[in-house]
């Protein structure tokens, strides 16, 4: 069974920066396509970043240029690097594992909070 555990989020001020973990168990990292989602109170988690096995990333226009999506195939984790933050970004982050099936593993979720 597949474990997906996120960590990394809490409050940031506007403008600043903020690096979210996601840590699997019980699979390989790099076997999978993995993403980043966030869901805003009373709207569907949308996908805002995710990486293909073969190395490529995709990111929503809402984060693109602003956030980056990592791999370390060593810690069995991906990151979500989110700089230059917003009061617009502030939604509950999920990392999912196999993104592309229809069996997807999610981790319990991260606040992000941007308020001054």
């Known amino acids: 069974q597949v474990q997906v555990v996120e960590s990394g989020g809490g409050l940031v001020q506007p403008g600043g920066s903020l690096t979210l973990s996601c840590v699997i168990s019980?699979?390989?990292?790099?076997?999978?396509?993995m993403g980043w989602y966030r869901q805003f109170p009373g709207k569907q988690r949308e996908l805002i970043a995710s990486?293909?096995?073969?190395?490529?990333?995709r990111y929503s226009d809402s984060v693109k240029g602003r956030f980056t999506m990592s791999r370390d195939n060593a810690k069995n984790a991906v990151y979500l690097q989110m700089a230059n933050l917003e009061p617009e970004d502030t939604a509950v982050y999920y990392c999912a594992a196999n993104i592309f099936s229809a069996r997807k593993y999610w981790g319990q979720g991260t606040q992000v909070t941007v308020s001054s």
């Open positions: 019980g699979g390989v990292v790099s076997d999978y396509g």
């Open positions: 990486f293909a096995g073969a190395g490529s990333t």
